[in-house]
């Protein structure tokens, strides 16, 4: 690919996730362009994070959905203060320990099928479209990529596809329990050509051992024809590891207080939710 040079205007913010707990004032912000920004004042001020930016990688991204590769996803790591991965759309997933001053590969077996053959395994281009991270047991990270799911054991250093989780293994949206790695969730969607719910259906998937077996899980939602897209930061999960929220672009938002068996709408009249979080 060539080179090209790097817009500087932010188009969108897109995460902002808390730091550690050790730095309450820490905030940490990704934006289309791929710009990670950290905040040390609870948001008053922010700072660039040059290293990222200036990574000899980031000639290698691209634009997926928008025109420019872009910073979704934030996994704090719970064992000590600056310890993240991010994710990047058509940028790959990087990791640092050391508050962002050096940056690590974390795409190591993710697939890229949309680049050809012997590129697809590129790790500078891989597309992750959510990262999260279990909290209980931290090296643990799962994604929602844009050509499938994979499962990291070791912090983001080699990645696992997981292949039987149907209806779909496309989707935006993944959370993972708190306290069990095992246990993760997706909303799965056609791909590229219509960007729907399979056979026009809302459903969730649930695998509760890491990712051998699902359940389609689709009691209270929408039986069709549904045209709702849950995205990335519209589904989350509370510390508990019972309660789900997920709120789509056709203004809907439902709760599960069983970890997914059972749906209820809170609301179909609310504009396109682009996120919802538990507080």
């Not at 704090?76 to 508050?99: H, K, Q």
């Not at 050809?116 to 279990?134: K, N």
């Not at 995205?231 to 789509?248: C, E, K, N, P, V």
Request: charged share 20%; hydrophobic share 35%.
């Amino acid at each position: 690919m060539s080179q090209q040079e790097l817009a500087w205007t932010t188009q969108l913010a897109w995460i902002v996730e808390p730091g550690h707990p050790d730095e309450p004032g820490v905030l940490w912000c990704g934006t289309i362009p791929g710009g990670l920004f950290r905040s040390d004042d609870r948001g008053d001020s922010w700072q660039l994070v040059e290293s990222l930016w200036s990574h000899p990688s980031r000639q290698k991204w691209f634009g997926g959905g928008y025109d420019d590769a872009g910073i979704h996803s934030v996994a704090v790591d719970p064992r000590g203060p600056g310890r993240i991965v991010v994710g990047v759309s058509c940028g790959g997933a990087w990791r640092t320990d050391d508050g962002g001053a050096t940056w690590e590969v974390a795409a190591r077996g993710m697939r890229a099928d949309f680049l050809p053959p012997d590129q697809a395994g590129d790790t500078d281009t891989q597309d992750p479209h959510r990262i999260v991270r279990c909290a209980d047991a931290p090296d643990v990270l799962w994604t929602q990529h844009h050509c499938g799911i994979f499962k990291s054991t070791d912090n983001g250093d080699q990645w696992t596809e997981i292949t039987e989780a149907g209806p779909s293994t496309f989707g935006f949206a993944v959370a993972v329990h708190p306290h069990d790695p095992d246990t993760a969730w997706f909303v799965p969607d056609v791909s590229d050509e219509v960007r729907m719910p399979v056979d026009g259906k809302l459903v969730v998937t649930r695998t509760r051992d890491g990712g051998r077996t699902f359940d389609v899980l689709d009691h209270g939602l929408p039986t069709g024809p549904a045209y709702d897209l849950i995205y990335r930061h519209a589904f989350d999960i509370d510390d508990t590891g019972d309660q789900l929220l997920m709120g789509s672009t056709t203004g809907s938002l439902w709760w599960s207080g069983d970890g997914g068996d059972q749906w209820h709408e809170v609301s179909s009249n609310l504009p396109p939710i682009a996120s919802v979080r538990f507080c």
